[in-house]
């Protein structure tokens, strides 16, 4: 591993100080450091670059911090000009924004594997072998997703009658809810600048990343969970206007799917509609918000009489992002599996740094926000097991009471007619 010895502070590298605070998170240590106290300066440094070296270890994340360590070794070699410092300068910007948050202490001896928490509702009784969801909702012809990869691409598909009004409704029901207990609904853009979606802790480039590109430079949102950030980037609030609740319903593009037969079907797919929370809140408030948007995930799942289970995830399942995070899967008959249908993340001040969310305290202090975001519904994996466990042998579909007044009443979904089925054709001759 390399190491820094004697580091010195170079005259040239002090103006970045207030930057690098805005950056960091892991290593804000570096705007503290005493310049005329070498030896301090030295052991302060190292034991910072070895705890963030740990928490992206017990992250599994991408370990940078050797980068760091040289680019800040560069830094202080003598004779160095202008050009030379400001490329470091940028180069350790940019290493910077790729450290993971800070890791809750309660998930460190975690190990890999997340704990549960809880277990709702009783698990649907069959007197009949459950059919999956692809083949319950294709039989009725609500689902269309084969011969589509020369029309709408790989993984995408079509919702007809009930599956669409289930769609409609869930979204309807979650909207409904949420604006009941303070949430202001915001309708956001799906197509956003790449910095707004690298400030939220996602990245625009790599081999594996799930970020759609436009031939603009912009990108095609994954989540409004991203929108809602940058609505609030630059602002500065007062405290007594925090917490900010906000929820709003998108489409969220994803360019990476699985070819996990587990995963097969609508459960990972390129573009879906997701309910989504967001959080403004100050530094103390977001642990309590955190749980708030768990018990209300909790709250609505619970009545829609699906059998479920809270999950507190490792700090391997974090991403960059998160502090801390609880998801929830539901159990889904037809595929005989435990699949993800929520999430909830505290972000602390992660993405607030990053985008440039602060408040003023009321000591007229100004400090970073923290964020807090929360699923309420992912609409496709709601439809897959509010389909397996309320079929019936005959092929139906008992619609849920809570989603029946969004439903026009209806409390059963039936086979629907046959639509015509949409033909490619390469040429297409004029009637003379």
């Keep these: 591993m390399f190491t820094i010895r004697k580091l010195r502070i170079s005259k040239y590298f002090l103006p970045s100080n207030s930057l690098l605070k805005h950056l960091s998170r892991n290593v804000d240590y570096l705007h503290q450091i005493d310049v005329n106290s070498t030896a301090k300066c030295d052991a302060t440094l190292q034991n910072e670059l070895d705890s963030s070296e740990k928490n992206c270890i017990i992250r599994k994340h991408h370990n940078n ?48 594997d997340p704990r549960e928490l809880a277990r709702y509702n009783k698990e649907t009784e069959f ?67 790449k910095e707004v979606i690298e400030g939220c ?24 969970e991203m929108a809602l950030a940058g609505y609030f980037s630059n602002k500065i609030f007062d405290e007594e206007e925090l917490p900010l609740r906000v929820t709003s319903v998108s489409r969220c593009y994803r360019a990476e799917t699985s070819g996990l037969h587990e995963e097969k079907g609508m459960y990972r797919v390129h573009q879906f509609t997701k309910v989504e929370m967001f959080s403004v809140c100050a530094e103390e408030q977001s642990e309590e918000m955190l749980e708030s948007f768990k018990n209300i995930e909790i709250s609505l799942f619970d ?39 929520s999430s ?8 607030a740094k990053r985008l440039n969310i602060r408040y003023r305290t009321n000591n007229n202090e100004v400090k970073f926000a923290h964020t807090v975001n929360g699923t309420a519904g992912a609409i496709p994996r709601l439809l897959i097991t509010l389909f397996e466990n309320n079929q019936l042998e005959g092929g139906s579909i008992r619609v849920p009471n809570e989603l029946q007044k969004y439903m026009n009443n209806l409390e ?3 086979r629907e007619k046959r639509l015509p089925e949409l033909k490619l054709v390469k040429h297409i001759k004029s009637a003379k």
């Design 201 to 224: 802790g996602m990245q625009t480039s790599g081999e594996r990343t799930q970020v759609y590109k436009l031939n603009s430079g912009k990108c095609l949102s994954g989540t409004s």
């Design 65 to 112: 911090v050797p980068t760091i360590r040289s680019i800040l070794e560069n830094l202080n070699t003598p004779h160095l000009n202008q050009s030379e410092i400001q490329n470091l300068q940028r180069s350790l910007q940019q290493e910077l924004h790729k450290l993971p948050n800070k890791t809750h202490p309660r998930l460190l001896d975690y190990g890999d």
């Design 303 to 341: 009545k829609l009489g699906i059998h479920f289970k809270l999950l507190d995830m490792p700090p391997s399942e974090l991403g960059a992002p998160a502090y801390q995070k609880y998801d929830i899967e539901s159990w889904m008959p037809g595929r005989q599996m435990w699949g993800e249908i």
């Design 412 to 414: 059963e979904i039936k």
């Design 127 to 193: 007197k009949f072998k459950p059919k999956e969801f692809s083949e319950l909702a294709s039989k009725a012809n609500l689902l269309r997703m084969d011969h589509l990869g020369n029309f709408t691409g790989h993984k995408s598909y079509y919702l007809m009658g009930g599956a669409a009004e289930m769609e409609h409704a869930l979204t309807q029901y979650f909207l409904t809810k949420l604006k009941s207990v303070g949430f202001r609904l915001i309708s956001v853009p799906d197509i956003l600048p």
């Design 344 to 351: 909830c993340s505290n972000c602390t001040d992660y993405q």
